[in-house]
């Protein structure tokens, strides 16, 4: 008998059809003995709509009635998921992120969790009962309602994994496991069995939505196995646990070992088009210049990616700095460097919404020289032209057009051989939202 966590995305519940198929699945895992804990998303694309309506009414909403809003889309499933699994016989009680203890700090939209007390949910399971979380929500250190930012979902599943001690937890989606890349993109993606959490933090910063980046980095900090699998197959999916040196089996012969270690080489290209580019023009070549400039935007509240500094022109000694940042953040940034122009001294801003950013992924590529090469190669031979280029010891990324983006994925996806010779990937769900 084993505690599991397992958490079901909104694709696997987008109807009542979907949420009684998803009820089944858990009724199983309890009356095969387990203690089962599920952390359930809103319906399909419920948040997203609740995004639009809000936007219908205020341009700007208050961040904590926005946070109100969003989570009543957990709400509605959390309760129509207790209600099916109830029906099957199987006893089954639902909790917010509140009640199911989850304490986050105040920062509205993407709270962070600063603590799990899982009381009520520790009572349920010892009475045999089945407990259904809301993911996505909790409740700040003022007791105000929070969320965790989109794919929030994910962290609450982590959480509750780390904080109860669980044997695994289980990420339910629309797709088989993690993929070399998008399976939407790259019908040829090929399943990953198992990545290390360093891998897959890359993949989730860069992108590669199937797993949100804070749950992954809570999974690593708390040691939870995370297996990511399909709600609509019984295929084994993906485990995201440990590093690169457990994937060497002990047993294995010197020459097997070598291999293991040097092997997976790339584990995959990962996409994002969540990003805008803002370039600030004319900008005086001077010492502090660019720590200005960040401080400020720093203060507008902005998560920066990729950051490019052109070599100043000798005659004028001006340069341009262009910065990445997601498109939720360009209003405020804007505004905030518009209000010290005078004082930075530069020309203008100018602001691009159309980026796309394409990133390769893999902890064997630290020893491997020439992968920047044959990366730059595969998209000249495809014509797409690279306008910003950032590289860690594990990942490079690269920012182009966005209508070249899933081209380049392709392109790369290719180049690096990570085409599957066993068919194609199934997306079983979803709109791609
Ligand atoms: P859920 O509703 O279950 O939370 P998400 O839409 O958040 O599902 O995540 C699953 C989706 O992630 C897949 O349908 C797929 O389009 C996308 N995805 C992006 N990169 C990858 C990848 N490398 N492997 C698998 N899926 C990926
Ligand atoms: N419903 C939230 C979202 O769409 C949280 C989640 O699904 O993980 O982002
Ligand atoms: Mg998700």
């Known amino acids: 008998m084993a505690l599991v966590v397992q958490k079901y995305g909104g694709s696997s519940v987008s109807d009542a059809r979907s949420i009684k198929r998803v009820a089944k699945r858990i009724a199983e895992a309890r009356r095969a003995g387990n203690d089962v804990v599920v952390v359930v998303s809103a319906m399909g694309d419920t ?10 009414i205020s341009p700007k909403p208050p961040q904590r009635e926005m946070d109100i809003l969003l989570t009543a889309g957990e709400r509605i499933s959390m309760s129509l998921l207790a209600m099916a699994i109830d029906k099957l016989g199987v006893k089954a009680k639902s909790f917010t992120g509140q009640q199911a203890g989850l304490l986050t700090d105040a920062v509205h939209g993407k709270a962070r969790i600063v603590d799990v007390v899982p009381h009520r949910i520790r009572q349920t399971l010892s009475k045999g009962q089945v407990a259904i979380v809301a993911g996505f929500q909790g409740v700040s250190t003022s007791n105000d309602v929070t969320t965790l930012g989109r794919g929030g979902s994910d962290t609450t599943a982590v959480a509750l994994a780390a904080g109860l001690d669980a044997d695994v937890c289980e990420i339910y989606t629309d797709v088989d496991g993690i993929f ?13 069995d198992r990545v290390t959490y360093e891998e897959m933090l890359e993949l989730a910063a860069s992108g590669a939505k199937v797993l949100a980046l804070r749950a992954v980095e809570y999974a690593r900090r708390y040691g939870v196995p995370v297996h990511v699998r399909s709600s609509f197959s019984g295929k084994t999916g993906t485990l995201v646990a440990g590093t690169h040196g457990d ?7 010197t020459g097997e070992q070598e291999e293991a270690m040097e092997d997976p080489i790339i584990s995959g290209v990962a996409h994002d088009s ?25 203060g507008a509240g902005a998560n920066i990616d990729m950051i490019v500094q052109n070599v100043s022109v000798a005659a004028t000694g001006r340069t341009d700095i262009s910065f990445t940042l997601p498109h939720g953040d360009v209003r ?10 005078s004082e930075l001294k530069f020309d203008e801003l100018q602001i691009d919404d159309e980026i796309g950013k394409v990133s390769l992924v893999g902890a064997g590529m630290k020893s491997h020289p020439g992968i920047s090469a044959r990366l730059f190669g595969a998209l000249r031979d ?3 032209n690279i306008e910003m280029i950032s590289t860690s010891e594990i990942r490079i990324s690269v920012v182009t057009r966005a209508d070249n983006l899933d081209d380049a994925v392709r392109a790369i996806h290719t180049a690096f051989g990570l085409d599957s010779s066993e068919g194609e990937a199934v997306v079983y769900a979803g709109t791609g939202r």
């Not at 948040?47 to 219908?56: I, P, V």
């Not at 070549?285 to 935007?297: H, K, M, N, S, Y």
């Open 382 to 384: 495809a014509g797409i």
């Open 47 to 56: 948040t997203d709509e609740l995004l639009d309506l809000a936007g219908e």
């Open 247 to 253: 994937l060497i089996d002990p047993n294995a012969s």
């Open 274 to 298: 969540s990003e805008a580019k803002i370039t600030v023009v004319g900008v005086p070549d001077t010492l502090g210049q660019a720590a200005r400039i960040f401080e400020v935007v720093a």
């Open 180 to 192: 070399s890349a998008d399976p939407r993109i790259v019908p040829g993606a090929r399943k990953i």
């Open 332 to 341: 405020s940034t804007v505004a905030a460097l518009n209000a010290v122009k």
